[in-house]
């Protein structure tokens, strides 16, 4: 069963508890919606880098150069 540490700071005890099941389904919820923005942030950065190298290829068919490309 999965555990969590609970610290007291005014007397540095450390205790581990046993999480409850709504501790659990929580923790469940939380990972699905970090895989979820974790995707689509994956996705808006892959978007991103295809729109540059979309950009720099129909700059270079006007027919600029690399360091002209680079420079802007």
Do not use: F, H, N, W
């Not at 099941?21 to 974790?38: G, L, T």
Request: proline residues 1%; aromatic residues 2%.
């Amino acid at each position: 069963m999965p555990t969590k540490l609970i610290v007291d700071c005014s007397t540095g005890v450390t205790t581990e508890v046993e999480l409850t099941a709504e501790e659990i389904a929580e923790r469940v919820v939380m990972a699905e919606q970090y895989a979820e923005q974790k995707a689509a942030e994956d996705a808006a950065a892959e978007a991103k880098a295809a729109a540059k190298a979309s950009a720099k290829a129909k700059l270079a068919a006007l027919g600029l150069s690399a360091d002209e490309i680079a420079a802007l």
